[in-house]
């Protein structure tokens, strides 16, 4: 049966000419099966990073709307290779940048939403029997600025356009064979899944495990596209992400740890406790599109008291000068912050109704000799704040300890 099917490949699928070949071969396989294929590439490598780099070169603090600018060009340089490739091998093939093909976004630079897709130019591509090759990660506002959609977001872009063409299936080819129990790069006895639900996926990758942008996986979920994460380099099937995922395994408590070393943070030292105060805080730095995640403050005994909370590094400048601002606004002490932080989690449908599953994470913690900074927990997991030192030990320590380990060694 004639299917669309979505591809994705993010950067290390596209690092350099013979990996780019290697996709353009993948990409006209599918093709030859006689679907229609639509590809969403990201940029070359770490070219992000580089660009990112190169803004900060200028200056600490550059406009987002030129950070958008500057950012936005890795993914056309990967889209127009991707297409001469195809070329090389015979079949047609077209590459347009997310303002092209008419992806449609708010104005929140750095992380804008998509509002809209116009399909009508792919849809007449496909028609003409190419295949079509989309800039990952990028859109443009009504009055033709050009966006971005956060890190990882080519995950979004290949979700929302699957969504909109009605594709089969999205798949997500990257470095790895699917979705494991932990970062296989930092726990080398993580297990691989073959299936898992979206709210778990959500979770993990809210928490901060990479592999999917979390922002895709709610669209995905919210719109039930279904996702298959898989390797680039093998064709063996990786992971599927469904709604209902026989998940990894019902029964067991523990399905993921992940780690996150990309937040910071940031503590306004004496805040008067008032009524009020919390909201006023919490209000300016959402007017400044700055994602916060944990949030703690301690109990007040002279009538102020510390507030800490978490960002994602990246938003550290601004969340600081932001906060410095707020602080003497509301007459607090000063702003400070702490960049060697990690925040460890873990993850389960299973916690639900298994009662003492903190008490042993801190149990483990402590046993490994590291110290809780902050704590948060959903219906589904628990995080930890730690010291960026004592990640990697962490991770370990709680995929052991709740059973993850896979059985056989590699
Ligand atoms: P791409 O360039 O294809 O978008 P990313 O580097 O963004 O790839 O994401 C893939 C990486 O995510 C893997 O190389 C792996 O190190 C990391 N990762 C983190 N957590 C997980 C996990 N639970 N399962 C698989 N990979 C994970
Ligand atoms: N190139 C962008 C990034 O590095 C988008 C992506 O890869 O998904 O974040
Ligand atoms: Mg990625």
Not at 43 to 62: F, R, S, V, Y
Not at 330 to 345: G, L, P
Request: glycine share 6%; aromatic share 4%; charged share 25%.
């Amino acid at each position: 049966m004639k299917k669309l099917i979505v591809q994705k490949y993010g950067g290390t699928s596209v690092a350099d000419p013979s990996r780019i070949k290697n996709v353009a071969k993948r990409v006209v396989e599918t093709k030859k099966k006689g679907h229609n294929v639509v590809v969403v590439v990201s940029a070359l490598g770490d070219t992000t990073d580089k660009l990112i780099e190169l803004a900060h070169q200028i200056t600490e603090n550059p406009s987002e709307r030129e950070f958008d600018m500057l950012v936005s060009t890795g993914e056309q340089v990967s889209v127009a290779l991707l297409a001469m490739a195809i070329h090389k091998l015979g079949v047609e093939a077209i590459s347009f940048t997310g303002a092209q093909v008419g992806i449609i976004t708010d104005t929140a630079f750095t992380k804008a939403r998509i509002i809209n897709i116009n399909t009508k130019k792919i849809e007449e591509e496909l028609e003409k029997g190419k295949i079509v090759i989309v800039a990952g990660f990028q859109g443009i506002t009504m009055d033709q600025d050009i966006t971005t959609l956060g890190r990882g977001g080519s995950n979004l872009t290949a979700v929302a356009l699957c969504k909109a063409l009605g594709g089969d299936v999205c798949e997500m080819n990257t470095d790895v064979d699917g979705v494991y129990t932990a970062d296989p790069r930092v726990v080398p006895n993580a297990r691989k899944l073959d299936f898992i639900s979206y709210d778990e996926m959500l979770e993990m990758a809210s928490l901060g495990s990479q592999v999917l942008q979390a922002r895709s996986v709610i669209f995905a979920k919210k719109f039930n596209v279904p996702i298959h994460v898989r390797s680039s380099f093998s064709d063996k099937p990786g992971t599927f992400i469904t709604k209902e995922a026989k998940t990894m395994m019902e029964d067991v408590v523990i399905s993921g740890v992940t780690l996150n070393k990309n937040e910071a943070k940031m503590t306004i030292c004496d805040v008067p406790d008032k009524p009020g105060i919390a909201a006023r805080i919490f209000k300016v730095l959402a007017d400044e599109e700055i994602n916060v995640d944990m949030i703690i403050q301690n109990v007040s005994r002279t009538g102020f008291t510390d507030l800490s909370f978490t960002v994602s590094k990246s938003d550290l400048n601004k969340t600081l000068r932001t906060a410095k601002k707020i602080a003497q606004d509301i007459e607090a002490d000063k702003v400070i912050f702490d960049e060697d932080i990690a925040k460890i989690s873990i993850i389960g449908v299973g916690m639900k109704s298994h009662p003492g599953v903190a008490a042993r994470m801190f149990d483990i913690l402590a046993k490994n000799k590291i110290n809780i900074e902050m704590i948060s927990t959903s219906e589904i997991s628990i995080s930890c704040v730690i010291s960026k030192a004592k990640a990697e030990l962490a991770a370990k320590a709680l995929h052991t300890a709740f059973g993850l380990d896979k059985k056989e060694k590699k």
